[in-house]
């Protein structure tokens, strides 16, 4: 897809971390972007970078529809959808409680919410901006008429202590990518996920400030560059996964060739 000042694009989880990094790259390519959060710093972080904010919650199809509505109104039908914001939970299925000196395990509720916090929304995200996509006409000689992209994770792949529903979800992600970019084959619309390792993002930043040692310890699993990934590289990334119309159905790690230890 040639990336030009007439192209729309929705980010979801646009005002901070990944989703920020890939707002402000669009925004740098000319693209208008509509950033989709529940942030009270959103519309301010929309404002500098010249995007529209839309506060909409991602659980909830009511938000969601009236965000792309007032998203198309503004920018027009995005060609580009990369879907950031997550709901998610943790907790080792059965683990030792020291409280009461006996066994319990994380709550049903926990896991299905974590599940439509990641895997819902991402469907959800996903097959609302096809539908609008699907009735514009082709971009290029390939027919294409819009791209999507899905963040995912490397605890898909190599999940960690704690993570069976954070892991669950993005596999589920991972398990999507294929079958929907077949579903969308015929109308020409693409779709992929990243699938990002240990990223400097606000929330592991704090870790920094809390725990360096611990923060110290990312930095040193990762096998080269020996530190955590930058949102840019992230934002990097998916502008080629928007560029290459070759690129579909793939599901790409992003993680300095980290392979996460059980714990």
């Known amino acids: 897809m040639e990336i030009t000042s007439s192209l729309a694009a929705v980010v979801t989880g646009g005002a901070?971390?990944?989703?920020?990094?890939?707002?402000?790259?669009?925004?740098?390519?000319g693209v208008k972007v509509a950033i989709f959060d529940i942030a009270e710093a959103g519309p301010a972080i929309a404002e500098e970078i010249g995007a529209t904010f839309h506060?909409?919650?991602?659980?909830s199809e009511e938000s969601v529809v009236a965000g792309f509505d007032a998203a198309r109104?503004?920018?027009?039908?995005?060609?580009?959808?990369?879907?950031?914001a997550m709901v998610a939970g943790g907790g080792k299925t059965v683990g030792f409680d020291k409280t009461t000196g006996g066994f319990k395990r994380a709550p049903t509720e926990g896991f299905e919410r974590g599940m439509l916090g990641i895997a819902v929304a991402s469907y959800r995200m996903a097959s609302i901006a096809a539908l609008g996509m699907a009735g514009e006409d082709p971009l290029n000689d390939d027919g294409e008429r819009g791209t999507i992209i899905l963040t995912s994770s490397c605890a898909s792949q190599d999940g960690q202590i704690?993570?069976?529903?954070?892991g669950s979800g993005k596999g589920a992600v991972n398990a999507m990518v294929?079958?929907?970019?077949?579903?969308?084959?015929?109308?020409?619309?693409?779709?992929?996920a990243i699938l990002p390792g240990t990223f400097a993002t606000p929330p592991m930043l704090g870790v920094k400030d809390r725990a360096p040692a611990v923060f110290a310890g990312l930095e040193a699993a990762v096998p080269f560059p020996k530190?955590?990934?930058?949102?840019?590289?992230?934002?990097?990334?998916?502008?080629?996964?928007v560029r290459n119309t070759y690129f579909n159905g793939q599901c790409v790690r992003l993680d300095g060739a980290i392979r996460m230890p059980p714990r």
């Open 162 to 166: 704690g993570q069976v529903t954070y």
């Open 73 to 84: 109104a503004a920018n027009g039908q995005e060609r580009i959808l990369v879907h950031c």
């Open 227 to 241: 530190r955590l990934g930058k949102p840019d590289e992230f934002g990097s990334l998916m502008m080629e996964l």
């Open 16 to 29: 901070s971390g990944l989703g920020l990094a890939s707002a402000k790259a669009l925004r740098a390519a």
């Open 178 to 192: 294929l079958p929907m970019a077949r579903d969308l084959m015929d109308l020409g619309i693409r779709v992929n």
């Open 55 to 59: 506060r909409v919650d991602i659980m």
